[in-house]
């Protein structure tokens, strides 16, 4: 092979690698707009997020539907309950077909424990994910709720309790991403909010960083929303971000 040959090649499997690793957040209000932006997507991702304001409106078949067309699906609906109630949604969540499932760390150790036991044994369980701290909390919100460390040091604590329960995967911002890693390890499924491609609008996120940042810090998956889901061509928008991540990759 040529020397330019062995480049195209290598590029081309850092584009396939980003292909795997790229969430699109599907926040949108209802299943006929969640449809409509599938198909504007057109096979550009591999992983769409379903959250709170889709599955509330189109309900659990909006998951069906979606793996139906071979996506992978991230429930991110941030479960915070009892135990006993975590484990079974965690279960049902299963049977829907999510590959990811979010919890709130803050729940506490017996509900993430009951969580991990709940998924042992399924087949093809959903990868659990624990939100450490709200990247919408800052000092004085955490102050509030009678927590008064610095909101990076509780997103280690809540993170370092979260692995006692055998749960080493977290969502975070990217200004964590890099501490996370050196407790997960490299098996830890770290995905990654926040992502604003080069030039994009910052929107209502604070603590952002771009892709290709983003991979290098250590992100297993990043997850993107409106930079792709509101762009005029959103599949042209998404190959754009797929393209950042594969020059870190
Ligand atoms: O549009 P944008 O790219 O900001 O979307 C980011 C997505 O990630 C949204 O669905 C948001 O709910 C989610 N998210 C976040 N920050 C967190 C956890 C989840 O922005 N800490």
């Not at 927590?147 to 604590?157: C, F, G, H, L, Y």
């Not at 830890?188 to 929107?203: E, N």
């Given at each position: 092979m040529n020397e330019t040959t062995t480049q195209e090649t290598a590029a081309a499997t850092a584009l396939e690698q980003a292909r795997e690793r790229l969430i699109v957040a599907m926040?949108?209000?209802d299943a006929h707009q969640a449809m409509e932006l599938v198909s504007r997507l057109a096979?550009?991702?591999q992983w769409l997020k379903v959250g709170l304001e889709l599955y509330v409106a189109a309900g659990p078949r909006m998951v069906t539907a979606l793996a139906e067309q071979g996506y992978n699906v991230f429930?991110?609906?941030k479960l915070h309950d009892i135990p006993n109630t975590v484990g079974s949604t965690a279960r049902t969540a299963a049977v829907l077909g999510a590959k990811m499932l979010t919890l709130h760390a803050g729940g506490g150790p017996a509900m993430l424990t009951a969580a991990r036991e709940a998924l042992a044994?399924?087949?093809?369980?959903p990868q659990l994910l624990a939100v450490t701290?709200?990247?919408?909390?800052d000092a004085a919100q955490l102050k509030a709720v009678g927590v008064d460390r610095a909101p990076a040091d509780q997103v280690m604590e809540l993170a370092r309790m979260g692995k006692a329960c055998g749960i080493n995967g977290f969502v975070c911002s990217p200004q964590e991403v890099a501490a996370l890693r050196t407790l997960t390890g490299a098996e830890g499924v770290l995905v990654i909010p926040g992502i604003r491609p080069v030039g994009a609008a910052v929107g209502d996120q604070k603590r952002v960083a771009t892709p290709a940042d983003a991979i290098r810090q250590g992100a297993s998956y990043l997850v993107v929303g409106r930079p792709i889901?509101?762009?005029?061509?959103p599949a042209e928008a998404a190959e754009a971000v797929l393209n950042e991540m594969a020059t870190a990759l």
């Amino acid at each position: 092979m040529n020397e330019t040959t062995t480049q195209e090649t290598a590029a081309a499997t850092a584009l396939e690698q980003a292909r795997e690793r790229l969430i699109v957040a599907m926040d949108v209000p209802d299943a006929h707009q969640a449809m409509e932006l599938v198909s504007r997507l057109a096979g550009t991702c591999q992983w769409l997020k379903v959250g709170l304001e889709l599955y509330v409106a189109a309900g659990p078949r909006m998951v069906t539907a979606l793996a139906e067309q071979g996506y992978n699906v991230f429930l991110d609906l941030k479960l915070h309950d009892i135990p006993n109630t975590v484990g079974s949604t965690a279960r049902t969540a299963a049977v829907l077909g999510a590959k990811m499932l979010t919890l709130h760390a803050g729940g506490g150790p017996a509900m993430l424990t009951a969580a991990r036991e709940a998924l042992a044994g399924v087949g093809d369980a959903p990868q659990l994910l624990a939100v450490t701290v709200l990247t919408s909390m800052d000092a004085a919100q955490l102050k509030a709720v009678g927590v008064d460390r610095a909101p990076a040091d509780q997103v280690m604590e809540l993170a370092r309790m979260g692995k006692a329960c055998g749960i080493n995967g977290f969502v975070c911002s990217p200004q964590e991403v890099a501490a996370l890693r050196t407790l997960t390890g490299a098996e830890g499924v770290l995905v990654i909010p926040g992502i604003r491609p080069v030039g994009a609008a910052v929107g209502d996120q604070k603590r952002v960083a771009t892709p290709a940042d983003a991979i290098r810090q250590g992100a297993s998956y990043l997850v993107v929303g409106r930079p792709i889901t509101q762009a005029a061509n959103p599949a042209e928008a998404a190959e754009a971000v797929l393209n950042e991540m594969a020059t870190a990759l």
